[in-house]
């Protein structure tokens, strides 16, 4: 581990209001949905504000070459079974025409124009969460006007980040293949080098990009000029994907995924998220129980980790496109399923754990209005930089997503296929009562994002912390990562030596992270009080914030 992965602890930003509150990885971008609520826009409305913020200000987490992830509530409960939150699951398809060595079943590419497979559903997920807004939500704010700061922020430029640095030099080497990634120093090294922490970067082309989409609509992206720029980019650098593709990109609007929980309900994405994931291992920590056990104790982080392989070894089974392969989510958040999961689980012995872990950067926001409408989102584009190949002279960095996809012909559920979405890793989430939405919550993480999930939401619904300090608290990061290839648990450091000499005793290979480590996410949470106070804060290992309008 370098010195590098690591911030120094630091409290989080938190923020506290009525009128409405946000919170993001970005600073920008939290100052872009705040002012979106101060000008009387809705949750929905202050959300793409942060989102195309974020696609300028955290390029190597997110983009408009990558996929999307919203959950959408309602202030005031419907009609009975009307309170379920809208799910928008925004994943590009694999292309029509995926290369025949893909299709005779060989390797795909982690990184280069052969990873660039799907199409990138960002807008349009953006575009159908605006839909809901003006039809439903009452939303009266213009489109141009929200993407006009992320405009102002291409063009005019703004600050390296801390965390952009981190995954500019642990990319370095890498990034000098300008095979792989094709175009890329063109956009995101000026004058030969990655702009230094507090430099000020700037990218024209995306601003140009970002200035189609405020005049011509989402679907800009999809079918118009752009679209064609677009599309001729990705074939010039050599990916599969057409503008017939884009045009065919489509997002998925179904209610939300739910499990009770405590006095509660949990709600996420459904397949090919692995939300089902998150709530299998909520559900069966629900059933061990956690009242018996300290917070923090050996015994705590024991039950989580051995939750999460019970339920990762449903997930690496079953979870996949739901329009391709069946995909039996009543079975595995039925009660007997969980119960048995539940009951395999020994306080005082580990199970080994040999599966392959998946790795993957997102950005994670959210926002609460006056109306108590709420909504809870990530965004990605896979890898760190993902595919590393830029769509032409557009700016937009094209995502990897195809990368997660299992080899054609295989048996996996999660096998190529054209114009199949690939298994994904995000799952945003909503912890709802009375059908009113009381926390939003997500984080950014791959593999990581059910496991930092487990941790957030035992801390904030079993023992009662507010999000400052249920995102202060150490986490911890099972399996493999892409820069520890060891099957071992890794947990941050000031969990204390007495809990990882237990851990060891009950058979975890247990391996320490810095305190407040970016390997253990970067989530936020905002919580929301019956009488409509909300408060919010972002994780200590980013530079984002919580602000309230």
Not at 286 to 310: F, M, P
Request: with cysteine.
């Amino acid at each position: 581990m370098t010195a590098r992965e690591s911030v120094p602890p630091a409290p989080p930003t938190c923020a506290i209001g009525r009128a409405g509150l946000v919170t993001s990885p970005h600073t920008l971008a939290s100052a872009a949905g705040r002012d979106v609520l101060r000008q009387g826009g809705n949750a929905i409305e202050a959300g793409i504000a942060i989102a195309a913020m974020l696609c300028v200000t955290m390029p190597h987490f997110t983009g408009l070459g990558g996929d999307g992830f919203w959950l959408l509530a309602r202030g005031e409960p419907g009609d009975v079974g009307d309170d379920t939150p809208l799910a928008i699951s925004g994943i590009g398809q694999a292309a029509r025409h995926v290369p025949q060595a893909l299709r005779d079943g060989g390797a795909i590419p982690s990184r280069g124009p052969g990873s660039a497979l799907t199409t990138a559903a960002t807008v349009a997920a953006w575009e159908a969460a605006y839909r809901v807004s003006r039809e439903q939500w009452g939303g009266t704010l213009s489109w141009a006007s929200l993407l006009a700061p992320a405009i102002s922020a291409a063009e005019d430029g703004f600050p390296t980040s801390a965390s952009q640095d981190f995954w500019y030099a642990y990319r370095a080497e890498e990034m000098r293949d300008a095979s792989t990634w094709q175009g890329f120093a063109r956009e995101f090294l000026p004058d030969g080098r990655a702009p230094a922490v507090g430099e000020r970067f700037r990218q024209p082309a995306l601003a140009w990009t970002l200035r189609r989409l405020a005049d011509g609509g989402p679907r800009e992206f999809y079918e118009g000029e752009l679209a064609t720029r677009l599309a001729d980019g990705l074939h010039a650098a050599g990916s599969p994907i057409t503008r017939d593709d884009l045009a065919a990109t489509r997002v998925h609007l179904t209610p939300a995924l739910t499990l009770p929980y405590g006095d509660g309900v949990l709600a996420t994405l459904p397949p090919p998220t692995q939300g089902v994931t998150t709530l299998q291992i909520m559900g069966i920590l629900a059933r061990l129980g956690l009242k018996d056990c300290a917070h923090g104790s050996a015994t705590y982080y024991h039950r989580l980790v051995e939750a999460v392989k019970q339920a990762f070894i449903a997930r690496d089974r079953y979870v996949a496109d739901p329009a391709f392969v069946d995909v039996p989510v009543t079975t595995l958040l039925s009660d007997w399923y969980l119960s048995e999961a539940a009951s395999r689980i020994d306080d005082r012995v580990a199970l080994d754990w040999p599966h392959r872990f998946r790795e993957g950067d997102t950005v994670y926001f959210a926002a609460t209005d006056a109306a108590g409408r709420a909504i809870s989102v990530l965004q990605t584009i896979y890898f760190d930089w993902g595919s590393g190949v830029m769509a032409g002279d557009t700016g937009v960095l094209w995502h990897n997503r195809g990368a997660a996809f299992r080899p054609a012909g295989s048996a996996h559920p999660n096998a190529l296929v054209p114009c199949k979405r690939p298994f994904h890793t995000l799952n945003p989430g909503m912890y709802l009562r009375a059908g009113r939405a009381r926390l939003l919550y997500g984080t950014q993480g791959a593999d990581g994002q059910p496991q930092t999930l487990s941790a957030l939401l035992t801390r904030l619904i079993d023992y009662g912390m507010p999000p400052h300090e249920a995102l202060s608290h150490p986490r911890f990061l099972l399996g493999r990562t892409f820069s520890d290839s060891r099957d071992n648990l890794k947990l941050e450091r000031d969990a204390g030596e007495a809990v990882f000499v237990s851990l060891a005793e009950r058979g975890h290979a247990v391996a320490p992270l810095p305190p407040h480590s970016p390997l253990a996410g970067q989530a936020g949470v905002i919580a929301i009080a019956e009488d409509g106070l909300a408060s919010g804060a972002h994780d200590p290992r980013s530079d984002g914030a919580a602000m309230a309008a």
